[in-house]
């Protein structure tokens, strides 16, 4: 991948300082990232990393040197001391290539330095300073290095944690004050003795099992407005189910793409409108029951419109593309819904203002079991 890709091509980037990133897997703030189809291997790894309890944040590959820069950008790096500003974010490094004729080296705050060796792992704490010096004298100059970011496990260990909160003036004790003082601040101590705080670490969501489910996507999990609350409640509460979380990752890809594509054109921005509006009864229609929404058309099934299928006066060669669309969203293989047309006895795609009752759908279906359970057999990819 690092060899065949840009890094604008994998979520990532190359600064004029002669160091480039690719982001393989993320879910951090409302940005959702799976490149699980170009780096299985990295997502499995992963994956077993978040069963085995561990907060996974980010997975991403760091190189100095690379051949997508000019010749004089890859001959040194240096990377000014810097810290995350997330206590408790941790990094285990894993260096890919070291190329011969390169060095280089990380300096932590209070440790010895670290050499980037091919094959070694090392962990260390992101919001320590650190810099990094690079290195190089041969004909080749990659150092290539995969990083996977995770919360410090003492955050979640226990489901409480006591957090010991020292006040500062005009800070959340002293507008307390004032308040219990009737809006004077006259007796209030000038250096108050710290507060505890109890607090709970939050639930463990496991959502790198979703991105290598999911393959391939980069979505704005708060594209709805709703700061991915409705995404939390179908992926990681109680009640949460597998193919639900899909179809709405998927709904909220295709989201991004429309905002992306949808300036200049009505048709797109009112699909885009409509996409921001999906709701909890158009994933039912679509995860319980896909096959009779599509039998019932438009006028039965609200859901179609989040594909643009509903719209009037659309060349056929469209509609069919719309409904490849579908197809995708609901991970379906291509040739499926035109099986499931031909069962119906529709033509593929199906006329606009289409659509059956129920019991129109089972006639259309009567003494077609083997054919119908040899489709839902092989639909699904």
Request: hydrophobic share 40%; aromatic share 10%; glycine share 8%.
């Amino acid at each position: 991948i690092l060899s065949t890709h840009k890094a604008t091509a994998v979520n990532g980037y190359c600064k004029e300082t002669g160091w480039c990133e690719y982001v393989f897997l993320t879910f951090e703030s409302c940005q959702f990232i799976s490149e699980c189809m170009k780096v299985p291997k990295v997502c499995q790894v992963a994956r077993q990393m978040e069963a085995a309890g561990l907060r996974v944040l980010r997975v991403s590959a760091s190189l100095a040197g690379s051949s997508e820069l000019p010749p004089h950008e890859r001959e040194s790096l240096y990377i000014a001391p810097h810290a995350s500003s997330e206590v408790g974010r941790m990094r285990m490094s894993c260096t890919m290539v070291v190329s011969e004729g390169t060095s280089s080296t990380m300096m932590i705050e209070g440790e010895e330095p670290k050499t980037y060796r091919a094959g070694s792992c090392f962990w260390f704490d992101e919001s320590m300073t650190h810099e990094m010096d690079f290195v190089a004298t041969g004909s080749n100059s990659l150092r290539a290095t995969l990083y996977f970011d995770a919360l410090h496990p003492g955050y979640y260990a226990q489901e409480t944690k006591e957090v010991h909160y020292h006040p500062t003036p005009f800070g959340l004790w002293w507008w307390k004050g004032i308040l219990a003082n009737g809006g004077s601040s006259a007796t209030l101590a000038s250096a108050p003795g710290p507060e505890v705080l109890h607090v709970g670490v939050g639930r463990h969501k496991q959502w790198v099992a979703y991105a290598e489910e999911v393959h391939l996507l980069r979505a704005d999990v708060c594209a709805r407005g709703d700061w991915g609350k409705l995404l939390d409640d179908e992926a990681f509460s109680g009640r949460a189910r597998a193919d639900r979380a899909h179809i709405m990752l998927t709904l909220l890809q295709r989201i991004s793409v429309l905002a992306q594509n949808s300036e200049g054109s009505e048709e797109l921005t009112n699909l885009l409108v409509r996409n921001k509006q999906f709701t909890e009864q158009d994933l039912d229609d679509l995860s319980n029951n896909l096959w009779g929404c599509l039998a019932g058309g438009c006028s039965r099934c609200k859901a179609l419109e989040l594909f643009g299928v509903c719209l009037q006066n659309v060349h056929d060669a469209i509609r069919q593309k719309l409904f490849l669309g579908l197809s995708a969203t609901m991970h379906l293989n291509e040739w499926s819904l035109k099986a499931w047309w031909r069962l119906l006895e529709l033509p593929h795609p199906p006329p606009y203002g289409y659509g059956m009752s129920h019991e129109e759908m089972l006639e259309k279906l009567r003494g077609k079991e083997a054919e119908l359970q040899a489709h839902f057999d092989s639909c699904y990819r």
